[in-house]
Nanobody, 115 residues
Framework: QVQLVESGGGLVHAGDSLSLSCVVS????????MGWYRQPPGKQRELVAT???????NVADSVKGRFTISRDNAKNTVYLQMNSLKPEDTAVYYC?????????WGQGTQVTVSS
């Protein structure tokens, strides 16, 4: 069973930086797309950023210029570098991996940004 394990969440102040990582294990195939989504309190889950095996990225307008997504294909790991964090970035951040036609999700990691 494919597993995704996220790490790096926490409590920070506005303007601080934080880095998330997600490792995909128990998969013989490398995910064709990996990404980060987030679910703010009381809201629906939303896209943050995705990256393909070839390095093509798609980043939400709300975080463009502040967040950077990257991946290490050899390690089946995706990263999210978050700079200039704002209170509205507070959410549970989920890692997603697309392997063939199936999507796999991590358990989520809490990011809280205080003003």
């Amino acid at each position: 069973q494919v597993q995704l394990v996220e790490s790096g969440g926490g409590l920070v102040h506005a303007g601080d930086s934080l880095s998330l990582s997600c490792v995909v294990s128990r998969s013989i195939l490398s995910p064709n797309v990996m990404g980060w989504y987030r679910q703010p309190p009381g809201k629906q889950r939303e896209l943050v950023a995705t990256v393909t095996t070839g390095g093509f990225t798609n980043v939400a307008d709300s975080v463009k210029g502040r967040f950077t997504i990257s991946r290490d294909n050899a390690k089946n790991t995706v990263y999210l570098q978050m700079n200039s964090l704002k209170p509205e970035d507070t959410a549970v951040y989920y890692c997603k991996a697309q392997i063939l036609n199936r999507a796999y999700w991590g358990q989520g990691t809490q990011v809280t940004v205080s003003s």
